[in-house]
């Protein structure tokens, strides 16, 4: 495998995570970084996830990584700022989590593979896609569900 295939697999990850969201969030395209040998591919959720919603996006994401067969390697608790850590059986880690202002985090790393060229992500960002911009901002939409102030 080669890094664009890498990348590949990483936004495949990625894509699935997403569609197993709902109802679904606003997101962008975060940085992609190269190392010598590997990559990590990010997505920043516009959404807010209030706290008392944090919980239940979790579940949603470990469920989807569990039925994709990814396994759960590490769950932070911290009622602010959870994660989420897991990894596929072919060495690609996920992580999700949730920062400041209840804005979520998602990143694959791919494990050490072939050096090549890596092309920016396909996937279109579903609002702003924020390109060029640094940092991207907070999260700047609401959400009847994920933003919720209490669980529905």
């Given at each position: 495998m080669n890094m664009q295939e890498a990348a590949d697999r990483a936004d495949a990850l990625l894509d699935l995570t997403?569609?197993?969201?709902?109802?679904?969030?606003?997101?962008?395209?975060?940085?992609?970084?190269?190392?010598?040998?590997?990559?990590?591919?990010r997505r920043v959720v516009m959404t807010v996830i209030s706290e008392q919603m944090r919980g239940s996006f979790l579940g949603v994401v470990e469920r989807a990584w569990e039925k994709a067969d990814v396994r759960i390697t590490n769950v932070n608790k911290n009622k602010e700022f959870p994660a989420l850590y897991a990894k596929t059986a072919d060495g690609f880690g996920l992580r999700l989590s949730i920062a400041g202002e209840g804005q979520a985090f998602f990143e694959v790393a791919t494990p050490c593979v072939e050096e090549s060229e890596v092309a920016?992500?396909?996937?279109?960002?579903?609002?702003p896609s924020y390109k060029d911009v640094d940092p991207i901002p907070r999260p700047n939409v609401r959400s009847p569900f994920w933003s919720a102030d209490k669980a529905p």
């Amino acid at each position: 495998m080669n890094m664009q295939e890498a990348a590949d697999r990483a936004d495949a990850l990625l894509d699935l995570t997403f569609k197993a969201i709902r109802p679904p969030v606003q997101w962008a395209h975060g940085d992609t970084t190269t190392g010598s040998c590997d990559l990590s591919r990010r997505r920043v959720v516009m959404t807010v996830i209030s706290e008392q919603m944090r919980g239940s996006f979790l579940g949603v994401v470990e469920r989807a990584w569990e039925k994709a067969d990814v396994r759960i390697t590490n769950v932070n608790k911290n009622k602010e700022f959870p994660a989420l850590y897991a990894k596929t059986a072919d060495g690609f880690g996920l992580r999700l989590s949730i920062a400041g202002e209840g804005q979520a985090f998602f990143e694959v790393a791919t494990p050490c593979v072939e050096e090549s060229e890596v092309a920016e992500p396909t996937a279109e960002p579903n609002g702003p896609s924020y390109k060029d911009v640094d940092p991207i901002p907070r999260p700047n939409v609401r959400s009847p569900f994920w933003s919720a102030d209490k669980a529905p």
